[in-house]
């Protein structure tokens, strides 16, 4: 089965400056890979290359294309959760007016997704009222709104409480057992990655390593990525 996500020998560079090199790495229908490394470390530019907004060298495909040709179609086949929307917060929308822009289709049960992430009751609210968790959680179900083959998240948790974020990585654990679908995350949360990933990618500007959760979440390999130690719960998988 031909990978979601192929990237060999990515090289991107930022205002004269290398941010990635040689970097290379593979999403799988149906696994989870965490991509964990220190702030600045080119996370969050691999993603914007992969949804097309970045200029890059090297190979990249994303559902079998390059980034830049991909189709709407494609698109709607890939889901999307950034640290942040970033809009003006105090335009004069309610939640259900945001989410129905987002995903473009007037006719999308909006009920429903949120109830996948514990925020139907948002729907009628003001958008300036919602807290930064909660519009995260619209995020989220908008993203997962069109069942998605490839699922990118940077930092998808950040603002939520503990339990809506134990509902969201099941669900999306669920997704990837069940319908096979890829997922590809950031996270700083070692607990999280050691227990929802099924393999780890861990960079710094460069490859560093790559590894199941149990062979990367290792004290000196994480010592030598951060620069200090770091401690981390070990899930098991069973």
Excluded: W
């Amino acid at each position: 089965m031909s990978p979601l996500v192929a990237v060999s020998e990515l090289e991107v560079s930022l205002g004269g400056r290398a941010v990635l090199s040689g970097v290379s790495m593979e999403v799988a229908p149906g696994e989870t890979v965490a991509l964990i490394g220190p702030n600045g470390a080119g996370k969050t530019t691999l993603l914007r290359v992969l949804l097309g907004l970045l200029p890059y060298e090297g190979r990249v495909l994303v559902l079998g294309k390059p980034p830049e040709r991909l189709s709407r179609a494609d698109r709607r086949q890939i889901g999307y959760v950034p640290q942040a929307l970033q809009f003006d917060r105090t335009m004069p929308l309610l939640t259900r007016e945001l989410l129905g822009a987002m995903l473009g289709d007037a006719h999308a049960p909006l009920e429903r997704l949120l109830q996948t992430v514990d925020a139907a009751h948002l729907l009628q609210k003001p958008v300036r009222t919602l807290s930064g968790g909660e519009l995260q959680r619209v995020v989220i179900a908008a993203a997962l709104a069109h069942q998605p083959r490839l699922l990118l998240l940077d930092e998808p948790a950040t603002g939520i409480d503990v339990g809506v974020q134990v509902q969201f990585y099941d669900l999306i654990e669920q997704l990837r057992t069940e319908q096979g679908m890829g997922v590809l995350i950031v996270s700083h949360d070692l607990s999280v990655v050691s227990r929802y990933a099924t393999r780890v990618v861990c960079i710094h500007h460069r490859l560093v390593c790559t590894g199941t959760p149990e062979e990367v979440l290792q004290m000196p390999i994480l010592e030598s990525l951060y620069g200090h130690p770091v401690g981390v719960y070990q899930h098991r998988h069973d």
